[in-house]
């Protein structure tokens, strides 16, 4: 006799029934929230594509949501030097942005006509007054105090964005880490004003083309690599930090490249939703890195 049912499934099986019988909500949504959820959507206009572009811009919410915790996770551990946890938060988050990517899928082909039935719903609405995606654009080095100004009249994600703004970003805190391991940082990098946008330095370019060729700072001889691993080879310590950083970076690039594209078919130039200047705007944000100099330092290994 089976023993077991699918995550979803009921196996009707004799003696397999589950428990149907509950006093109040299921155990299921209490945990989930899964009516909260499904009955947040409050369509504006009659356009049956329009809860495609809410439901798909309310799911964006949630992986903004969870990949920056995944990032504070990393840089907290970071701190720490606790590369381990670190490491683990940055894999979770490379799978969560896959998925954050994939929610383009569903808006990707929208012709203007589309987007035209319904775009009028969003007024003044639009994806750069998220304080979510602030925050994760907070923690990737990309500061900006001007960025709080929309969210003065919502007390608890204006304290949260001013925290996020105080506070070293993911790459300051890898940065700092590589101090520690002995690579020189100065006090400059180290001690910068946080609240600011991270600007790229050559130390810590040299620092990431050391790691990547296997000499530490301040040698000419090969870094201390685990037994039987290759220094700046994919098993040595720094070097994985390195990779896994720049797999976020990629993403991130990914994602702002897929927003550009996805805009750009539904509206071509036309002045973004929020009065930004939409597809330049978009044009401008998707030609840059994050965590420039491990991109640069590959040039010199």
Do not use: C
Not at 45 to 55: R, T, Y
Not at 120 to 142: D, P
Not at 282 to 299: C, I, M, Q
């Amino acid at each position: 006799m089976s023993q077991h049912t699918g995550h979803f499934g009921i196996d009707e099986a004799e003696n397999d029934t589950p428990n149907l019988d509950f006093q109040g909500t299921t155990p299921y949504d209490d945990y989930v929230r899964a009516s909260v959820l499904t009955h947040l959507q409050q369509p504006l206009s009659d356009d049956p594509g329009e809860m495609v572009f809410l439901v798909t811009t309310q799911v964006m919410e949630l992986w903004f949501t969870v990949i920056t915790h995944e990032w504070q996770t990393a840089a907290d551990a970071l701190r720490q030097d606790d590369l381990p946890t670190t490491l683990a938060a940055l894999k979770r988050s490379t799978y969560e942005l896959e998925a954050l990517n994939a929610s383009w899928k569903p808006l990707a082909h929208l012709t203007p006509g589309q987007f035209n039935a319904y775009r009028s719903a969003l007024g003044e609405g639009s994806g750069f007054q998220s304080a979510m995606y602030r925050r994760l654009e907070f923690l990737l080095g990309e500061k900006s105090a001007s960025m709080l100004v929309p969210h003065r009249g919502a007390p608890r994600e204006h304290a949260e964005l001013e925290k996020a703004l105080a506070e070293p970003s993911l790459y300051d805190e890898a940065v700092r880490f590589l101090a520690r391991r002995g690579f020189a940082i100065p006090d400059e990098v180290l001690e910068r004003d946080v609240t600011q946008r991270y600007e790229p330095h050559e130390a810590v370019e040299r620092a990431w083309q050391q790691i990547y060729s296997g000499t530490p700072a301040g040698t000419g001889a090969p870094s201390d690599a685990a037994p039987g691993v290759a220094p700046g080879g994919p098993g040595d310590d720094l070097t994985v930090l390195g990779e896994a950083l720049t797999e976020v970076a990629e993403l991130v690039w990914r994602w702002r490249n897929d927003h550009l594209v996805a805009t750009r078919r539904a509206m071509g130039a036309k002045t973004g939703t929020g009065g930004s200047s939409g597809v330049a705007w978009l044009e401008k944000r998707a030609g840059k890195h994050v965590f420039p100099e491990l991109w640069t330092a590959r040039s010199y290994v």
